[in-house]
């Protein structure tokens, strides 16, 4: 079975610095696809970026870079110049493929970050 | 518009009470699914439907069973609620091309509270 571990329970950044949360995952599979979403205090969860393990190409989405090591099975999200907003709990998730039926995500116990002024 | 919506958006109950979270999706999707976050935040599948069949069903006690009338519809009805039921519901709603890998969208969550 697929396993998603996040070994910070809480990070903070200063304003306009980079931060970087760690995600590690484990899974007999070569192909699937992994994510970072956002949940600010709102609740709302929200897709921050996606990367897909057969491309070998980092995902970027503005500010939020991945750093994805295949071989290490690691998935970590670097955010630079930093902003308030980003203050919210983080989960790294990794999509369970049933043989091309839509499957369910798999959560790591999230970062908290904070930001400070 | 609203992608996903569920309601209610809050729901404050007695122990042993029946109660219904409802969800719907405006996107056309076939796939809709529920996830539990407890109080530690720990977010996990309960159920998912493809068209209106079930797909997932995790190791969920029996007194959890979802609806879907129709594939736009699940709903989540919970009978004889217990104080470990208090958790926030989050539907979600995803393509299905094909391939097992369309992004999951989600609803605002339920905070459900059992007194």
């Known amino acids: 079975a697929q396993t998603v571990t996040q070994s910070q329970p809480e990070m903070s950044v200063q304003e306009a610095e980079t931060v970087t949360l760690s995600c590690t995952y484990d899974?007999?599979?070569?192909?699937?696809?992994l994510f970072w979403y956002k949940q600010p205090p709102s609740r709302q969860m929200i897709l921050v970026i996606r990367?897909?393990?057969?491309?070998?190409q980092n995902a970027t989405e503005n500010r939020f870079s991945v750093n994805f090591q295949k071989a290490a099975k690691s998935f970590s999200l670097k955010i630079s110049d930093s902003q308030l907003g980003d203050a919210a709990m983080y989960f790294c998730?990794?999509?369970?493929?049933?043989?091309?039926?839509?499957?369910?995500?798999?959560f790591g116990k999230g970062t908290k970050l904070s930001v400070k002024p | 518009d609203t992608a996903v919506s569920q309601t209610p958006k809050y729901l404050v109950t007695q122990m042993g009470n029946d109660k219904s979270i409802k969800c719907e999706q405006n996107?056309?999707?076939?796939?809709m699914y529920w996830y539990k976050q407890d109080s530690k935040k720990f977010l996990k599948i309960m159920f998912s439907?493809?068209?209106?069949?079930?797909?997932i069903n995790e190791t969920v006690p029996n007194r959890f069973s979802p609806k879907s009338p129709d594939k736009a519809h699940l709903n989540l009805h919970i009978n004889s609620l217990e104080l470990g039921d208090s958790a926030v519901y989050f539907c979600?709603?995803?393509?299905?091309?094909?391939?097992?890998?369309?992004?999951?969208?989600f609803g605002p969550g339920t905070r459900l509270t059992v007194l």
């Open positions: 979600a709603s995803s393509r299905n091309s094909g391939t097992g890998r369309d992004e999951q969208f």
């Open positions: 899974t007999s599979e070569s192909d699937y696809y």
């Open positions: 990367q897909e393990a057969y491309k070998q």
């Open positions: 998730a990794y999509l369970v493929n049933y043989g091309g039926s839509q499957g369910n995500l798999i």
């Open positions: 996107l056309g999707h076939d796939t």
């Open positions: 439907y493809n068209n209106k069949e079930l797909i």
